[in-house]
């Protein structure tokens, strides 16, 4: 049974940081680009970085200047986004995703609040 499962969303101040983690499950980790996308309410589906299978080439969505970064543990089946310096503005809810390098292949995460509010 293909599993994302993300964790560390949390209502932190302006200014603040958090660490997203998505664990992954049922299907072969290493084969997969695996992205952090966001969604503001009523906004459309935001892709906020993307790490390739063996993590040599990085992404980042043009919204996130820098504040973000994304890395990955082929051996825990882990990915991660650290947030740093977090505005009102990412506030949303944020998902973890795994495409197939080579199939058309995806799986979604069920999402995590992110609020950043004083």
């Known amino acids: 049974q293909v599993q994302l499962v993300e964790s560390g969303g949390d209502s932190v101040q302006p200014g603040g940081s958090l660490r997203l983690s998505c664990a992954a499950s049922?299907?072969?980790?290493?084969?997969?680009?695996m992205r952090w996308y966001r969604q503001a309410p009523g906004k459309e589906r935001e892709l906020v970085a993307e790490?390739?299978?063996?993590?040599?080439?990085?992404y980042y969505g043009d919204s996130m200047n820098g504040r973000f970064t994304i890395s990955r543990d082929n051996g825990k089946r882990m990915v991660y986004l650290q947030m740093n310096s977090l505005k009102p503005e990412d506030t949303a809810v944020y998902y973890c995703?795994?495409?197939?390098?080579?199939?058309?292949?995806?799986?979604w995460g069920q999402g995590t609040q992110v609020t950043v509010s004083s």
């Open positions: 049922g299907f072969t980790f290493s084969w997969y680009i």
């Open positions: 790490i390739t299978s063996a993590g040599s080439t990085i």
């Open positions: 995703n795994a495409a197939h390098e080579r199939q058309p292949l995806k799986y």
